[in-house]
């Protein structure tokens, strides 16, 4: 499995990190220490491409309104339809945040 060849203490490490993370506003001052705007801008638009590949945009529209490219819309929806489901999990987790 492609998830095995991440695996490590140092990532361990990072993921334990940031599930320590208490509010929105530690995650950006921790985000902002930790990678560049654009690599965390990039995060954020991938994480928008699922979720306007899940909502049935077309590709043209979601490259008008996020600025992927379209072989970034590609890599997602192949996550999507083939990866971990962590798109999915995720957007559910969000949606129910935001209905409660």
Not at 66 to 91: E, F, H, M, P, W
């Amino acid at each position: 499995m492609q998830i095995d060849k991440l695996r490590g203490k140092t990532l361990d490490q990072l993921f334990e990190a940031i599930l320590t993370l208490e509010d929105v506003e530690e995650c950006y001052r921790f985000f902002d220490d930790l990678a560049t705007m654009n690599e965390v801008q990039s995060l954020a638009q991938r994480l928008e491409v699922a979720r306007m590949l899940r909502e049935g945009y077309t590709y043209h529209k979601i490259e008008t309104e996020t600025g992927a490219s379209t072989a970034t819309i590609s890599r997602v929806k192949r996550c999507l339809n083939y990866g971990n489901d962590t798109y999915q999990i995720t957007l559910d987790r969000l949606q129910e945040n935001k209905t409660k």
